[in-house]
DNA sequence: ACTAAGTCGTGAAACCGTTCACGATGTGAA
DNA sequence: TTCACATCGTGAACGGTTTCACGACTTAGT
């Protein structure tokens, strides 16, 4: 069983789009400088995080861009697939669908639901949009375990306990909240205000810095 | 000039967030392992966030929330309040507009721009789409420098390079590809898809644990 | 007034992730 | 073949963040 980091396996899908992109081009072999200067980090990190897949290149020629992504998407990929449900089809719901419409060959929007009946059956973004009822049903014939949750933040503590129910175990919330789950539980929270507020924060700092130093 | 971490200033816009809630619920103090229970963070974290704001609490009452709150949003806010510009007005785009609508007072989109001529003029979610050609009036008169970015990945470096001799500082990007920015520039990449290919690796694993310790 | 209980503020330690530094390795040129 | 060179792999050092541990402080109860 591989142990990365939730870093390294971010980098690792990063490295995976590069090489992706490489091979469409035709290139063969790659350093791992340039690797890491696409992404704007070091050689030694891009080095380390294939040490952990324990991918190894050659001194002269770097990695085998083919032989590094069978290597990544050994770690990275289910067999057959990633197959991912979507929650509260909303604006932000909608749009996430629309990003994912057939664009990744092995992550795959497979189920979109939302609680509300005017929506039941709709055809938005290539699927059809069920009632929260068909959760555990749709989620074990398909073998879904990763669910997008995009609910108002008012919802999202009892959808995610359904979706636990439903035998999730992995979610990318939306929703601007911590959400209480349990131990084996994965969940990640992309919190879009608390982003912008941070870059906002900063992009201040440094007007102010120019100002002082001047 | 305060020096805080961006983690630190993350987590401070959390706090905002718990403590707004409380106060409109009557809550006159709070103790720092209340703040951190509801994040999932420890309180000495807590502590330590505050200490960087030079905000003290008392031993008894724990922080007057009324008080931190004004604290933290000297730290965090732009006086007048801060004014974003958002580009890129595809799906993605939308629900953004469409999730700040006015739900925060200090946060505010005061824009929108982009460059499809059959947007131009159009009215969503309450701003009128403009061209490209007038952001750096637009951001001028409105004294933005934070754009949210939103445009097509093959866009992106062409249109951040836009942002920035617009007098752009600060970019919270959604384009699944690391910029190219000045050192001066503050720029932070939301990767949708890398996020969620980390979550299902996760929650795989999870799967794959219980079934080897079981 | 004194004690017990609970929280705050913070120096020091621990932890994790990144970077440095360098030996090992493979390649091409003389 | 031998040398010069560039890159790889990785132990060790470093730096930033979090957590521990504990003294200081405040209040309530006796």
Redesign the pocket.
């Known amino acids: 069983m591989l142990s990365a980091?939730?870093?390294?396996v971010a980098?690792l899908s990063l490295y995976r789009r590069i090489l992706t992109d490489c091979a469409a081009r035709g290139v063969r072999s790659?350093?791992?400088?340039?690797l890491a200067q696409t992404l704007q980090?070091?050689?030694?990190?891009?080095?380390?995080?294939?040490?952990v897949v324990g991918?190894?290149?050659?001194?002269?020629?770097?990695?085998d861009v083919e032989a590094l992504l069978g290597s990544i998407s050994t770690v990275l990929d289910r067999a057959g697939g990633e197959q991912v449900a979507l929650v509260g089809v909303g604006n932000l719901g909608r749009a996430i669908l629309s990003y994912f419409q057939g664009r990744y060959a092995n992550l795959n929007v497979a189920a979109a639901f939302d609680q509300d009946p005017a929506l039941h059956g709709r055809l938005i973004h290539g699927l059809t949009i069920q009632p929260m009822t068909k959760l555990s049903e749709v989620v074990a014939a398909n073998g879904i375990y990763t669910a997008i949750l995009t609910v108002p933040a008012s919802e999202a503590q009892r959808v995610v306990e359904e979706l636990i129910r439903a035998g999730i175990r992995g979610i990318l919330n939306f929703a601007p909240l911590t959400l209480r789950v349990p131990e084996h539980i994965y969940i990640r929270t992309v919190d879009i205000a608390m982003k912008l507020e941070t870059v906002a924060f900063f992009a201040r700092q440094d007007a102010a810095r120019e100002v002082y130093e001047a």
């Open positions: 980091s939730a870093k390294t980098r790659i350093y791992s400088h340039e980090i070091t050689a030694t990190q891009v080095r380390r995080d294939l040490m991918f190894s290149g050659s001194p002269n020629k770097g990695y």
